[in-house]
């Protein structure tokens, strides 16, 4: 018999020696596995119709094999790949996945609007829908102020000045010379004495030569 699974999003994890059968949310995606059965006709050796069942073993197919797929296409996906079991076993198959549907529905709820089936976390039990057709109004209302705080920081980010010094670009000129001087204590051209000479009035210093003081404008001695 055709598996009939009440929703499309499954995997079947079974192999020769039992049944298991893991079902999806339709939107986070995350499974609920049912309980491991055991097969009756594995211990009794029952496994296979002919000598080249082996080759299509149920224990060659585990995973997702399904996922995205149709129920139908699910089905026809399933019967190929437990070709050459036994039908004792294929009956088995049925009925332990009858039993998984079962289980697997009481973690599951079925949205009325979009007809999706969703986990626990994915329902909004207040609105009697999924989160995507009603979401949480706390869960957006936390979100959207979230996203305004990150706004609001770059922006004041963006008004903020950082560096609140003058940029200047000064040359020492020897007093000698006339000539770039350099950063040293001597003229790199003519090798005179850069040494900062202090104005007897106000005390600044002043370059080497000046003749007035570039704060109080006494003359220097």
């Given at each position: 018999?055709?598996?009939?699974?009440?929703?499309?999003?499954?995997?079947?994890?079974?192999?020769?020696?039992?049944?298991?059968?893991?079902?999806?949310?339709?939107?986070?995606?995350?499974?609920?596995?049912?309980?491991?059965?055991?097969?009756?006709?594995?211990?009794?050796?029952?496994?296979?119709?002919?000598?080249?069942?082996?080759?299509?073993?149920?224990?060659?197919?585990?995973?997702?094999?399904?996922?995205?797929y149709g129920a139908e296409r699910a089905a026809d996906?399933?019967?190929?790949?437990?070709?050459?079991?036994?039908?004792?076993?294929?009956?088995?198959?049925?009925?332990?996945?009858?039993?998984?549907?079962?289980?697997?529905?009481?973690?599951?709820?079925?949205?009325?609007?979009?007809?999706?089936?969703?986990?626990?976390?994915?329902?909004?039990?207040?609105?009697?829908?999924?989160?995507?057709?009603?979401?949480?109004?706390?869960?957006?209302?936390?979100?959207?102020?979230?996203?305004?705080?990150?706004?609001?920081?770059?922006?004041?980010?963006?008004?903020?000045?950082?560096?609140?010094?003058?940029?200047?670009?000064?040359?020492?000129?020897?007093?000698?010379?006339?000539?770039?001087?350099?950063?040293?204590?001597?003229?790199?051209?003519?090798?005179?004495?850069?040494?900062?000479?202090?104005?007897?009035?106000?005390?600044?210093?002043?370059?080497?030569?000046?003749?007035?003081?570039?704060?109080?404008?006494?003359?220097?001695?």
């Amino acid at each position: 018999m055709a598996l009939q699974p009440f929703t499309s999003n499954f995997a079947d994890n079974s192999t020769e020696s039992g049944f298991q059968f893991t079902f999806y949310c339709d939107i986070c995606r995350e499974g609920y596995k049912t309980k491991f059965i055991e097969s009756k006709t594995y211990k009794k050796g029952k496994l296979f119709k002919g000598i080249g069942g082996l080759l299509s073993a149920a224990a060659q197919f585990t995973g997702k094999y399904n996922m995205g797929y149709g129920a139908e296409r699910a089905a026809d996906i399933i019967g190929e790949k437990f070709k050459g079991m036994s039908p004792e076993w294929h009956k088995e198959h049925d009925e332990a996945f009858e039993l998984a549907q079962n289980e697997a529905k009481e973690h599951f709820k079925r949205c009325p609007k979009c007809s999706h089936y969703v986990c626990e976390n994915c329902w909004n039990e207040q609105e009697g829908l999924c989160i995507k057709d009603a979401p949480r109004a706390n869960v957006e209302i936390a979100a959207a102020k979230a996203k305004k705080m990150v706004k609001d920081i770059n922006a004041a980010a963006q008004d903020t000045p950082v560096f609140t010094g003058n940029i200047e670009s000064k040359q020492t000129i020897c007093p000698q010379c006339g000539k770039p001087a350099g950063e040293g204590k001597f003229c790199n051209n003519c090798g005179a004495s850069l040494a900062m000479i202090k104005c007897p009035k106000c005390g600044a210093q002043n370059p080497a030569g000046t003749k007035f003081c570039g704060e109080c404008g006494n003359k220097m001695q």
